[in-house]
């Protein structure tokens, strides 16, 4: 079976520093990765996604970049990270064959002080 | 481009009891799926249940279901039985059937907060 894993759980970061966030999946070849950020009691907001190895589009202009490095791994970056990058980041694959629904990560929570 | 509306931010349903959430999505297309998630205190996201546009049957799981009525494009969950661990946030998400590009990502509601009251 496929199973998404996400890390950190949490994290706490200073203004101006780097951020890196990794999300592997398992048990299955060429998925759709996909990250998203949700703001406190809000809905979804795509930032990126991924249809291959080295393919990244980005939905929205930030201070954020992806990069998928191998076909099932999906980092999150940022070199200066700002108050406005805190919120909670999840993680999701969907199997590139096919477009049905999307599973994903039990999310970061993000702190930017 | 798709959109998709929850119109309820929040809701409140007596144990054992049935409530509905509502969600309308606006879209050119004929073919698509929409789902509905929820997200409990954990804050991981759980597929509830999906629907694709093409089937014209009312998807169900269990205490869950839907009424899909694909000329008002409305896309309504019920449950049935409502549990404790029912109380979460859900929401609706509309995905293309078309393979391109970004038709492949999942547009969201923004989210009905469902509390269970014992």
């Known amino acids: 079976s496929q199973t998404i894993h996400q890390w950190p759980a949490t994290l706490v970061q200073p203004v101006g520093s780097p951020l890196s966030l990794e999300c592997t999946v398992e048990?299955?070849?060429?998925?759709?990765l996909y990250w998203y950020r949700q703001a406190a009691g809000r809905g979804l907001q795509l930032l990126f996604y991924s249809v291959g190895i080295g393919q990244i589009s980005s939905e929205v202009p930030q201070n954020l970049s992806a990069s998928r490095p191998q076909d099932r791994q999906f980092i999150l970056s940022s070199k200066k990270l700002l108050l406005s990058d805190s919120g909670f980041y999840l993680c999701?694959?969907?199997?590139?064959?096919?477009?049905?629904?999307?599973?994903f990560g039990q999310g970061t929570r993000l702190t930017v002080v | 481009a798709q959109t998709v509306t929850q119109s309820q931010p929040e809701m409140s349903v007596q144990e054992a009891e049935t409530v509905t959430l509502s969600c309308t999505y606006d879209t050119s297309e004929s073919d698509y799926y929409l789902f509905w998630y929820k997200q409990p205190p954990s804050r991981q996201m759980i597929l509830v249940i999906r629907q694709e546009a093409y089937k014209q049957q009312n998807a169900t799981e269990n205490r869950f279901s839907v009424n899909f009525q694909k000329a008002a494009k409305s896309f309504s969950l019920k449950i049935s039985d409502s549990q404790l661990g029912d109380a979460a946030m859900y929401f609706c998400a509309y995905r293309s059937s078309d393979f391109g590009g970004s038709a492949r990502q999942l547009t969201f509601g923004s989210g009905t907060q469902l509390t269970v009251l014992p």
């Open positions: 048990g299955t070849s060429n998925p759709n």
């Open positions: 999701a694959w969907s199997p590139g064959h096919l477009n049905t629904e999307a599973f």
